[in-house]
């Protein structure tokens, strides 16, 4: 018996306008949805991820600070524009070294933001879903329970709220029997 809506078999049908195609021909358009995975609570995450960005960028203006006072003890050094071979050569070596620390600083700058971004996903993804099923309980919603991955944070409140559904659950029920426990 061959079934025509099979799904064992490569997908044959076009896509509609509500779906995306994934041929060539198709426009590039950023994935609201993808936006979405990453951002997940996008007010902590952002605020995470500057924090992190901006301790780096802290450290990396030191870092140039100290450059600085090593360009002037440098500059400092007595019998420097006597001779200009020397002169030049030492202007150089600032300048090219002064052009790094700036690209330096940028790329940990960038690097340190993504890096946050992409940490606070694990402590948002739990929240948010911790939050939508809060929601579910505030609706009366006491059969559902909530399950987070074994790598995410928050796992023991996520066990305490099942705890609690079950027990909203049984309390809800006029015809099972209460069971009391001392928390």
Known sequence: MNDTNDTKGPDTREPTAAEPSDGAD???VIDQRSIRNILVKPGLQL???FYVGAI???CACALSFGFLVLTLSLLS????FMNIAKAVETFEHIRWWGFGLVALTGLLSLTSFIVGLRLSHRLAGPLRRLDKYLELLLAGNYSER???RESD?????ADKLNVLADRLEAC???????EVTKV
Request: charged residues 20%; negative net charge; glycine residues 4%.
């Open 47 to 49: 605020r995470y991820a």
């Open 146 to 148: 909530v399950s987070l």
């Open 172 to 178: 809800a029920d006029p015809s099972a029997s209460l």
């Open 153 to 157: 944070e928050f796992r023991d409140i």
């Open 77 to 80: 050094e007595p019998g420097l």
């Open 26 to 28: 198709a426009p590039h």
């Open 56 to 58: 780096a960028s802290a």
